[in-house]
């Protein structure tokens, strides 16, 4: 699987929307890029997926580059129940059945 | 749906005790994944099921671990000989097969071992 890239930390206002972003340079042309979250002491919570195209769900949205090696999660309008860490993934579907967690990108929505 | 559910969330243990910790999977799943996370750091893949077969294992599950899912449906993962050294939030995932492959994930269980 592709090694990702995330800032350790961010910081976003309540109510704006926070943009975090991942590296992905060497994604292969079958891998996709997966976001999951994770609340303090809570199990990790699906975002949403993607393999080339942007996509938009009831939680937030994925932007991937036209090259695919970067990707943005955006989640539109934050509130303080949105922070978390948040890990970007990248893995081939169905066939690689683990998936590879970095430390990710802590979030803190401050009011 | 209801989701991954998994018992107990919190298990204390002294050192050299065996602990047994269960994941019940969403009900049309048929893969089940255990990891397991420490302190400040992601989630690490533990081994897979696929229906009641264990298809892959990490290196990081030594043979104190073992791992089974007897009749496809719930898993259960046991630890003998505890040491500190495992003590860890241990999380169960269920996935369906196919292209989705979307793993879902249990509110895991937290290991204290004294």
Redesign the interface.
Known sequence: DAKTTQPPSMDCAEGRAANLPCNHSTISGNEYV?W?RQIH??????II?GLKNNETNEMASLIITEDRKSSTLILPHATLRDTA?Y?CIVRV??HN????????TRLTVKP | DTG?SQDPRHKITKRGQNVTFRCDPISEHN?L?WYRQTL??????LT?FQNEAQ??K?RLLSDRFSAERPKGSFSTLEIQRTEQGDSAMY?C?SSR????????????T?LTVL
């Not at chain 2, 400040?40 to 893949?45: A, C, K, M, S, W």
């Open positions: 997966y999951y002491s809570q199990g990790p919570q699906y997926h860490v890990y579907v169905p059945n683990d998936m590879r967690f970095g430390a990710g | 991954v893969r994944y400040g750091q992601g989630p690490e893949f897979y298809l892959e990490s999380l995932a097969q196919g292209l989705s492959g979307t793993q879902y994930f249990g509110p895991g937290r």
